[in-house]
């Protein structure tokens, strides 16, 4: 009903309850009469108002996000992070209507850009959330600039990536028994790269340093990019790397792959046994990576990015570059990767103690 419709009727029924007319017809109301109306006008646009706002409301609602989404990953570009948060960012975008674009943010084990995102009140910035950032830095960290339970809210495990214990091709070990009687008979010789102190590399291999009782050197780098051009030129002898950025390497044969972190083999390298199959039964390291949201996202907003997520991690292109890079997809819950990440800060806490692994 327009406003001057709504006047008419309030006419009629003031005229009808015996209020005097001018001579042109408009009404005369003593000064408690004006104030009647007023309420009942006020109330009446009110309601008016209200039907309008409450579907401009939930449109505003839906209409989220209604700009381009930054993706930011805490490290630099080229490792298996980059792979799984440019592939989920590609379907995503169509699957939200708005671009959602990568934007990397190395430094500090991922700190940088972990508490960047925890202090972010923009609705449109996420984060990958990584092994390292979720599972590891609470515990080397004697204090962290973001508290990684409190500070995001999960909203979906994007993809778990084996890791692969990988050699210079001038190694003379073609398989992880070989490798520890080498490095066994030349103890303190041999040097491993990673991204960083407590990245997942890095965790990989103490954790297999650990299990095969083994002594290597460790060489931190900013980066899974800078860490593999030290490793293809030979100035590393051996690192552990997510499937995803090591399969083209390793099959143009610039590296060598001795075993995976995977708990069967791999389709695309069938000949290539586990860890657990070369002596370590029930040896297993894979690295997981998910997309989380600054805690402040409101409700709403974050159930729809989870469902879109899903999908996009689903979808058949994301699934095909995601399977050729070894690659497993997942797409749960927010639910269901708040629970996993649990679980993954209970399992890393005792073997980072263990190992007493510290920052740079």
């Not at 080397?140 to 993809?159: C, G, M, R, T």
Request: aromatic share 6%; hydrophobic share 45%; net charge positive.
């Amino acid at each position: 009903m327009r406003v001057s419709a709504l006047h008419a009727v309030l006419a009629n029924t003031q005229n009808r309850a015996g209020t005097p007319l001018s001579p042109t017809g408009a009404m005369r109301m003593p000064q408690h009469r004006h104030l009647v109306t007023r309420r009942h006008l006020l109330g009446a646009s009110g309601a008016l108002a209200l039907g309008g706002l409450l579907p401009a409301g939930a449109s505003a609602q839906a209409a989220w996000p209604s700009k381009s989404v930054r993706f930011v990953v805490p490290f630099a570009p080229g490792g298996s992070s980059e792979i799984v948060a440019r592939s989920t960012a590609a379907e995503l975008g169509k699957t939200l209507g708005q671009s959602v674009y990568v934007d990397n943010k190395p430094g500090a084990a991922g700190n940088i850009a972990m508490s960047e995102v925890a202090r972010s009140d923009d609705q449109h910035t996420l984060i990958l959330g990584h092994i390292g950032t979720l599972a590891v830095n609470p515990f080397i960290f004697d204090k962290l600039p973001y508290d990684a339970n409190k500070d995001f809210k999960p909203v979906s495990l994007l993809a778990k990536v084996p890791s692969l214990y990988v050699v210079h091709p001038d190694v003379p070990a073609k398989n992880l028994k070989e490798f520890i009687a080498y490095a066994k008979k030349n103890p303190a010789k041999l040097s491993y790269g990673s991204a960083g102190n407590g990245s997942a590399g890095h965790l990989a291999f103490e954790y297999l340093k650990m299990t095969a009782d083994l002594f290597l050197l460790h060489v931190p780098y900013r980066g899974t990019g800078p860490m593999m051009t030290d490793l293809l030129s030979g100035r590393l002898e051996a690192s552990a790397v997510g499937a995803a950025a090591m399969l083209p390497f390793i099959k143009s044969g610039k590296v060598r792959c001795i075993a995976t972190g995977s708990a069967k083999r791999l389709p695309q390298l069938p000949d290539v046994p586990t860890v657990a199959e070369q002596g370590f039964p029930g040896f297993e390291m894979t690295q997981w990576y998910g997309m989380l949201a600054p805690a402040n996202m409101p409700a709403a907003n974050l159930e729809k990015l989870s469902v879109e997520t899903m999908k996009a991690v689903k979808a058949p292109a994301s699934l095909e570059r995601l399977n050729a890079d070894a690659a497993e997809a997942i797409g749960g819950t927010p639910a269901q990767f708040a629970q996993f990440i649990a679980a993954e800060q209970e399992r890393w806490k005792k073997v980072l103690l263990r190992a007493k692994v510290k920052p740079d």
